[in-house]
């Protein structure tokens, strides 16, 4: 079981700090992944991390904003989002995927969170 938290709403401009905390089991072996949906659109990738954290992976649209990280010894993985932009409003999902290293693709993941809302305002 994944648990995305840390949604909400925010200005242009601000930040937050999305968490996903894995219980039931242990996602210390799997590559994590955030995706993301707004209205009307289809899910698409964010950001991506390998089982070591030793690499890690963003969409050109926010690079340089977002960070991803993850924290093996307490099964959670955090996005930091900064300078963030009306275009960013979606539900955020995380997603684990049952190999060392992450994918872009939605489909090479086994396991969702529910996800969480992020809304900037302009």
């Known amino acids: 079981q994944l648990q995305a938290s840390g949604g909400g709403l925010v200005q242009a401009g601000g930040s937050l700090r999305l968490s996903c905390a894995a219980s039931?089991?242990?996602?210390?072996?799997?590559?994590m992944g955030w995706f993301r949906q707004a209205p009307g659109k289809e899910r698409e990738f964010v950001s991506a991390?390998?089982?070591?954290?030793?690499?890690?992976y963003y969409a050109d649209s926010v690079k340089g904003r977002f960070t991803i990280s993850r924290d093996n010894a307490k099964n959670t993985v955090h996005l930091q989002m900064n300078s963030l932009k009306p275009e960013d409003t979606a539900v955020y999902y995380c997603?684990?995927?049952?190999?060392?290293?992450?994918?872009?693709?939605?489909?090479?993941?086994?396991?969702w969170g529910q996800g969480t809302l992020v809304t900037v305002s302009s």
């Open positions: 997603a684990a995927r049952r190999s060392p290293t992450p994918t872009m693709y939605n489909f090479g993941y086994d396991c």
């Open positions: 039931g089991r242990t996602f210390v072996g799997y590559a």
């Open positions: 991390v390998s089982r070591s954290a030793g690499s890690r």
